[in-house]
Nanobody, 128 residues
Framework: QVRLVESGGGSVQAGGSLRLSCEPSGYPYIPTYMGWFRQAPGKEREGVAGIDRPGSPATPKYAASVQGRFTISQDNDKPTLYLQMNSLKPEDTAMYYC???????????????????WGQGIQVTVSS
């Protein structure tokens, strides 16, 4: 069974940090690219960060709202994806989703339509 499993969410006060992890399982090959998205109640799902396959020279992409505070990374030995979130703000509160794709599409646009595999999501809550 193919799955993307997120972990590491939770509640934190403003200014704090959290680290999300996402581990693909059941796939016959590693994703071409992966990313993190988030969705707050009543809002559309938005791209947070994206990264190309391990070994790619392409630099990760970030939404303007998280640039300088969040860092996306992956383990080169296994396709585990991470999102280090620092200086968290109440407006970062949302359900966070790991996503991946196995084709070659413009992942840097951070649009959900370019990602075909999704995790179930994990809650991140930042209190003021």
């Amino acid at each position: 069974q193919v799955r993307l499993v997120e972990s590491g969410g939770g509640s934190v006060q403003a200014g704090g940090s959290l680290r999300l992890s996402c581990e693909p399982s059941g796939y016959p090959y590693i994703p071409t690219y992966m990313g993190w998205f988030r969705q707050a109640p009543g809002k559309e799902r938005e791209g947070v960060a994206g990264i190309d396959r391990p070994g790619s020279p392409a630099t990760p992409k970030y939404a303007a709202s998280v640039q300088g505070r969040f860092t996306i990374s992956q383990d080169n030995d296994k396709p585990t994806l991470y999102l280090q979130m620092n200086s968290l703000k109440p407006e970062d509160t949302a359900m966070y989703y790991c996503a991946a794709d196995f084709a070659r599409r413009p992942w840097w646009a951070l649009q959900p339509k370019f990602f075909s595999a999704w995790g179930q999501g994990i809650q991140v809550t930042v209190s003021s």
